[in-house]
């Protein structure tokens, strides 16, 4: 059984930071690509950053040169640090994984259940 678990949201002041954490357990042979997407209340899901294994980075136009994606591939962890917050983004942030669990297995996506960030103006 495969888990993503997201960590650190909450709540901050405009123009404050946050580090989130994405965390995959479980039988995993491999992860190719994970990302970060975030859905506000009333929206559409919306992609906000991916990174993949070998640390190519891709980044929404509304939080490029704010956040960063990183990742520790030792870990199986991921993380998303996010400075210069504003209150659009609030949000509810989830991780996704695109993994095998074997080496024969197809490749799939498994998501985290997503944590809160809200930014107070």
């Known amino acids: 059984q495969v888990q993503l678990v997201e960590s650190g949201g909450g709540l901050v002041q405009a123009g404050g930071s946050l580090r989130l954490s994405c965390a995959a357990s479980?039988?995993?042979?491999?992860?190719?690509?994970m990302g970060w997407y975030r859905q506000a209340p009333g929206k559409q899901r919306e992609l906000v950053a991916t990174?993949?294994?070998?640390?190519?980075?891709n980044y929404s136009d509304s939080v490029k040169g704010r956040f960063t994606i990183s990742r520790d591939n030792a870990k199986n962890t991921m993380y998303l640090q996010m400075n210069s917050l504003k209150p659009e983004d609030t949000a509810v942030y989830s991780c996704?994984?695109?993994?095998?669990?074997?080496?024969?297995?197809?490749?799939?996506?498994?998501w985290g259940q997503g944590t809160q960030v809200t930014v107070s103006s």
């Open positions: 990174i993949t294994s070998s640390g190519s980075t």
């Open positions: 996704n994984a695109d993994l095998k669990l074997r080496a024969w297995n197809n490749q799939q996506r498994y």
């Open positions: 479980g039988t995993i042979f491999s992860i190719k690509t």
